[in-house]
């Protein structure tokens, strides 16, 4: 999961309910600095909420985006049932079309991170007309890697058996040993991922987590989509294969970029790059396409 290095509200931000036909979402709504360029619609991880894009708000709203990033169904504070069904694929999906309706804006630029990218591709797939383009944030169409699948693994089997305490405790003691470099100890934002695990529907962390372990590939339903599409992932990214991650650009045509030193969270350690690659991708996914004059 993403962790934010501080939880201050960039300017020209609010944080509100998005209301939608399938229900109200907390979202983080930035408003862009000038004339807007267009608007993005941010969709975070596993374990993770819309406060692991807060350092990527302030970029992308000065280069003159409205950014909107939001906690899906029983993520942090948004409410969640506790079916399994309501965390399939195809539902988080639909999730992800009525946000985009939502904002009122037209077809937005969407961005996964992550887990957020297995439900973002989904939804591009569902309703591609809502979507000026896709980006997978350190997220990619293949099988995480193996030590990840074991974490998981591992982490569904015990919320079954113990409390989500516990399993907080449980996650906390691998921090501390190092299994987390980006920890940070500040008392607030300890605090706040301590709150955000507990307000996160056990269902909604079982279902994701099912997905994540997923042997899909979704490859070639990549290649067929008729937006842009982009990869996009830290030269440390750990939780897929950066090689594996590069051929799925390089089979799909997409837009490709790593960002030096960056691990599995770009949005939070690298916001000042990332945003100069994101914005150059959405300049270019929409530019107008050239008419050749040649006889």
Same mark, same amino acid.
């Given at each position: 999961m993403s962790k934010p290095r501080s939880l201050v509200l960039p300017p020209r931000t609010r944080a509100r309910r998005l209301e939608t036909a399938r229900g109200r979402f907390a979202v983080l709504d930035t408003a862009p600095s000038g004339e807007r360029r267009g608007t993005a619609l941010l969709l975070p991880g596993y374990t993770g909420s819309k406060e692991d894009f807060l350092a990527l708000l302030g970029p992308l709203s000065e280069a003159?985006?409205?950014?909107?990033?939001?906690d899906g169904r029983g993520q942090n504070e948004?409410?969640?049932? +506790?079916?399994?069904?309501?965390? &399939?694929?195809?539902?988080?999906? =639909?999730?992800?079309?009525a946000q985009a309706a939502a904002l009122g804006d037209g077809p937005v630029h969407l961005v996964g991170h992550s887990f957020g990218g297995l439900v973002a591709r989904a939804a591009a797939g569902v309703a591609?007309?809502?979507? &000026?383009? =896709?980006?997978? =944030?350190?997220s990619g169409p293949g099988r995480v890697a193996r030590p990840q699948r074991i974490r998981l693994w591992v982490l569904r089997a015990s919320l079954t058996l113990l409390s989500k305490e516990q399993v907080w405790q449980a996650m906390c003691w691998l921090d501390d040993r190092g299994e987390e470099p980006d920890t940070y100890d500040a008392p607030e934002l300890a605090g706040?991922? +301590? &709150?955000?695990?507990?307000?996160? +529907?056990?269902?909604? =962390?079982s279902g994701a987590g099912r997905l994540l372990l997923s042997r899909e590939d979704g490859t070639e339903q990549l290649a067929a989509l008729s937006m842009p599409l982009h990869f996009a992932y830290?030269?440390? %990214?750990?939780?897929?294969?950066?090689? %594996?991650l590069s051929v799925a650009a390089a089979r799909t045509g997409a837009h490709h970029t790593v960002v030096a030193g960056a691990g599995h969270s770009p949005n939070v350690s690298h916001p000042e790059e990332l945003t100069v690659r994101l914005t150059g991708f959405w300049e270019r996914a929409t530019a107008p396409a050239r008419v050749s004059t040649a006889p």
């Open positions: 003159g985006y409205r950014v909107v990033a939001v948004t409410h969640g049932p +506790r079916g399994r069904a309501a965390y &399939r694929r195809k539902a988080l999906a =639909l999730d992800a079309v591609p007309g809502a979507f &000026r383009s =896709l980006t997978l =944030l350190s706040f991922l +301590r &709150r955000r695990w507990m307000r996160t +529907r056990i269902a909604q =962390l830290g030269s440390d %990214e750990m939780v897929w294969a950066p090689a %594996e």
